[in-house]
């Protein structure tokens, strides 16, 4: 039976820790673990031998890191295809008598993607095709994605592996104890992407314990009928003894897996520091219970990064941002063709300010390259706000573009009934996980009638439903001529829009202002019809939400046809709408001063034009000590609040670090000629063996951007080296990351070296793996959780 058809019918038993059972046998610290499986093939099937006579139905292969840019740090790029192959013939020859399966373990790449970092798309999807292909040939029963916390590399990875061969996927995700991923991600949107890109099963796995894991499980069995994987660490690792150990027993991880089964998860193991009699526990306590059954309806749902979007017939009308497009807007046609995004960056906060709940994006311009603009456009605009994009284009190749960029599930607009275009955004739409906009025309135009509509309609979705897009993700634009031309077209638009949805049970959008060219007072047709196609049932407008009386339109006509219950939306609005007035004349009074310019560029992450904002500073006078002091660090210091708060995520955070990175640079000349002085020299390093360093990046651009001066060593440093730089650049501060348990026992060790070596210098630690309690155990000076937080135990350390 295959594992499609187990999970759905009994509860699996996933294998527990790895790594931890591999260095008990031997494997020594720093070493490549995936190399065992060529090198200690007896040992890797021992391990999986514990597994499964605990009671695992499902062992992983030890694989994790056996993806090309993980073994370049071993100096064994080209072994991929022989560790995974290995890795996958050891474990099904463990598995056969026990009539177990295998799952093809794959980890995160340790990088990201754009625009947090410098890896494309092209270049992800590339290093987890060459592994997923291995583990394809190696004859896995599915393939596990586990310990994911970018959704956009999880995209990359999930497509990769549709095009490497017809194996069942599973996506696991780690959610820190906010209940987010590191990049913001909720388990929600987690869920709602990885459905669309056919996901057997969706998980969490790894960062905390069962305690801290139980809201996320809640809210993800919540969030999709999918079966739902549960393997959580064995509660925080302490050293003892100089040893690492993991306190939870396995009668609370047993505990807690009764309680998931209960939630709805079908899918039950163990991450790091758990143990076979963790799995053993686990497996006697959930093997009898029964799957609980979800079949909930959640209608069209998109995402961004961080925010589900839900367009639901009994839910709120959601109203599409239409400003960033160009069509008669001649100031945003001219920045894109000068290759700028500070209109699209200002048009997308403004209407996200103003209740626009998705963004369409389009940059139909003539006479530039489409490709790169719409790519500026997603990069600005993603990390900016948290509403989900309309890709709008009619070039399947631009779509194909965005859609790569995007770290979400975005809407295509659109679709139609000719041939041609369903035969080439149809695909997109499958590929990469994305919903539709679909128009009710074909190659005889719009039809006249409703009914014909209706048709055209139906014969999309049919389509779409024939390649395994679900109906649920169309949403049929019925199409509203100009009423001044044609005014027997809105009767017919309005009664398709009550069609679609009785016929065909599909949401609905619509382009409200087309109704009214070439008629004075537009705003007003525009209001009354949209009213009108609110009471028809539309779900959905593209719209201009600064027009105030849309909105207004919107919120009171959800109001009367039942879609606001107690008009609690409406009320909430309009509280907030009697506060504007005076915020906004405080803002407009702020917004043009040079000082505010370069706050909010920071505040917004705007690398892209903060050094035209610094020119044009010191063009008006502003001295660089007072761009420092008044604008920049108050916006950085700012954006590290808005994170400790949990407003800002992890992605505003590294953009705001790059514009100040970017302003220091410009202002440097100036800077260095006395006008400041540097707070301390740092020394940062991944520990040995560790060949992690994405976080101990991110502390490094924001201690640089406080003034500290930063000597970065990079990953996999041993201690000595650590040693000697401190005494070359007589630095006061170390700072010191990891990751995975295996290797956090090298921090003691430094901490034990800096004592015996005599110098002054304290010792900051932090990591993934690392806890205040571990840190204050192994004599630590200080633990920082995140980047922020490390700025202030830097300083209050070096004071």
């Known amino acids: 039976m295959s594992f499609k058809d187990r999970v759905q019918r009994e509860i699996l038993i996933v294998d527990g820790a790895m790594g931890t059972l591999l260095q008990e046998r031997g494997l020594p610290a720093g070493w490549c673990p995936e ?61 056969k008598p026990f009539g177990a399966m295998v799952a093809g373990s794959v980890g995160p790449l340790g990088k990201f993607l754009q625009p947090l970092g410098t ?49 069942p996927v599973v996506a696991s995700f780690t959610f820190d104890e906010s209940g987010r991923t590191f990049t913001g991600t909720d388990p929600e949107t987690a ?44 509660g925080m690792p302490e050293i003892v003894e100089g040893r690492t150990v993991f306190r939870e027993t396995p009668e609370v991880l047993a505990d807690y897996a009764a309680r998931f089964v209960d939630y709805g998860a079908s899918l039950l193991g163990g991450c790091c520091g758990t143990t076979p009699e963790h799995i053993k526990a686990i497996s006697q306590a959930v093997k009898d219970l029964e799957i609980k059954t979800r079949n909930k309806s959640f209608g069209l749902r998109v995402a961004s990064r961080v925010k589900t979007v ?48 998705i963004l369409d994006v389009n940059v139909g311009v003539g006479g530039v390259d489409p490709i790169a603009a719409m790519e500026r456009a997603i990069h600005a605009v993603q990390v900016l706000v948290d509403a989900p994009l309309c890709i709008d284009s009619t070039d399947p190749a631009v779509i194909e573009h965005a859609l ?21 955004i149809l695909p997109l739409a499958k590929r990469y996980g994305a919903a539709l906009i679909g128009l009710t025309l074909d190659e005889r135009g719009i039809p006249p009638t409703a009914e014909e509509r209706l048709a055209v309609a139906g014969k999309i979705v049919a389509r779409a439903e024939e390649m395994g897009i679900p109906r649920e993700d169309i949403m049929i634009d019925c199409l509203v001529l ?33 109704v009214s060219f070439g008629l004075p007072n537009r705003k007003l047709i525009n209001s009354a019809f949209f009213a009108m196609a609110l009471s028809a049932g539309l779900d959905a407008a593209i719209l201009n939400p600064q027009e105030e009386r849309m909105m207004e339109t919107l919120r009171a006509s959800a109001v009367l046809t039942g879609r606001d219950l107690r008009a609690e939306k409406y009320i909430v609005r309009e509280q907030v709408r009697a506060e504007a007035p005076v915020k906004q004349k405080e803002d407009e009074k702020k917004a043009s001063t040079p000082r505010e310019i370069l706050y ?29 002091d008044k604008a920049l660090i108050p916006a950085i210091e700012e954006v590290g609040r808005r994170y400790a708060q949990g407003v800002y995520f992890l992605p505003q955070l590294i953009m705001a670090g790059e514009t100040m990175t970017k302003s220091f640079e410009c202002l440097r000349p100036a800077l260095a000629k006395g006008l400041t002085k540097k707070v301390a020299t740092v020394v940062l390093a991944t520990v040995k063996g560790d060949i992690h360093d994405i976080g101990k990046n991110i502390v490094s651009v924001m201690l640089a951007n406080h003034g500290f001066e930063v000597i970065d060593l990079g990953k996999n440093v041993d201690n000595q080296r650590i040693i ?65 937080e490390a700025v202030r135990i830097a300083k209050e350390l070096i004071s």
């Not at 909010?600 to 007072?626: F, T, W």
């Open 482 to 514: 100009t009423v001044s031309a044609q005014p027997e077209g809105v009767p017919e638009t309005l009664k398709a829009i009550s069609l679609v949805k009785q016929e065909l049970g599909l949401a609905t959008s619509l382009g409200v202002s087309n």
């Open 310 to 357: 839900a367009i639901h017939p009994a839910g709120m009308p959601v109203a599409i941002g239409e400003r960033l497009n160009p069509t008669g807007k001649k100031a945003l046609q001219a920045e894109i063709k000068e290759g700028k995004t500070e209109i699209t960056r200002r048009d997308a906060l403004a209407q996200v300010e103003a209740g626009a709940e």
């Open 119 to 167: 890896l494309s798309f092209d270049e992800a999807y590339q290093q987890f095709l060459v592994q997923c292909r291995a583990l394809v040939e190696a004859e896995v029963d599915l393939i596990l994605f586990e310990t994911f916390g970018d959704i956009g590399e999880m995209r990359a990875a999930l497509i990769a592996a549709a095009d490497a061969g017809s194996v």
């Open 191 to 234: 869920a709602v992407v990885a459905e669309r890109l056919g996901v057997a099963a969706v998980g969490v796995n790894c960062s905390v314990g069962p305690r801290q894991l139980e809201g996320v499980v809640r809210q993800l069995t919540r969030s999709t009928n999918l079966p739902v994987l549960i393997s959580p660490n064995a």
């Open 600 to 628: 909010r560029a920071v505040l917004s992450g705007d690398k892209d034009n903060i050094i035209r904002y610094i020119e044009e500073a010191l063009g008006q006078g502003m001295g660089p000590l007072e761009m420092l």
């Open 724 to 788: 000697e730089a401190v005494r070359e650049h007589r630095a006061g501060l170390i700072g010191l990351s990891a990751l995975m348990t295996t290797t956090m026992i090298h921090m003691p060790e430094l901490i034990k070296d800096v004592k015996e070596a005599g110098l002054a210098c304290k010792v900051m630690v932090g990591g993934a793996a690392v806890t205040a309690q571990y840190a204050k155990e192994i004599g630590a000076d200080g633990y920082a959780e995140d980047a922020v």
């Open 404 to 424: 790569k960029l995007y770290h979400g599930k975005a809407i295509i607009n659109s679709v139609n009934g000719e041939d041609q275009s369903m035969e080439t």
């Open 35 to 95: 190399e065992w499986n060529v090198s200690h093939p007896e040992v890797i099937k021992e391990v999986h031998g514990l597994y499964l006579r605990a009671g695992a139905d499902i062992i992983t292969t030890n694989t994790f890191g056996a993806i090309p840019l993980k073994l370049e740090e071993y100096d064994m790029p080209d072994r991929v295809r022989e560790f995974n192959l290995a890795a996958g013939r050891l474990a099904r020859e463990a598995a």
